[in-house]
């Protein structure tokens, strides 16, 4: 079964960084394309970046949200940066296996985490 284990959640001031990391396990991480999404309360789970197999693409549309992935650690990351409190929210990482992995920041990924939570304070 897929494991995906999210971490570095937490409270973080405005204008802040934080860096999310997500362990897979129990399949093969270097052969999936990988996204990072949130969920705020009331609001729709929106993408916000994601990794194609080896980083070979990136998809990046938040310029203050960069993702990378270590095949070797099977991790992949979400540096984010210049925190705002709208940015407070449960954040989940995806794994697609090949067959899915078009259109990486649409919701219907196979395969998620449990979610860590940020909190960006006023």
């Known amino acids: 079964a897929v494991r995906l284990i999210e971490s570095g959640g937490g409270s973080v001031q405005t204008g802040g960084s934080l860096r999310l990391s997500c362990v897979a396990s129990?399949?093969?991480?270097?052969?999936?394309?990988m996204s990072w999404f949130r969920q705020a309360p009331g609001k729709e789970r929106e993408g916000l970046a994601a990794i194609t197999v080896g980083g070979r693409s990136k998809f990046e549309p938040w310029d203050r949200f960069t993702i990378s992935r270590n095949d070797g650690m099977n991790t992949l990351y979400l540096q984010m940066r210049d925190l705002r409190p709208d940015d407070t929210a449960v954040y989940y990482c995806?794994?697609?296996?090949?067959?899915?992995?078009?259109?990486?920041?649409?919701?219907?990924?196979?395969?998620w985490g449990q979610g860590t939570q940020v909190t960006v304070l006023e």
């Open positions: 995806a794994a697609s296996p090949p067959s899915w992995c078009s259109r990486l920041l649409d919701a219907d990924r196979p395969y």
């Open positions: 129990e399949f093969p991480f270097r052969t999936y394309c």
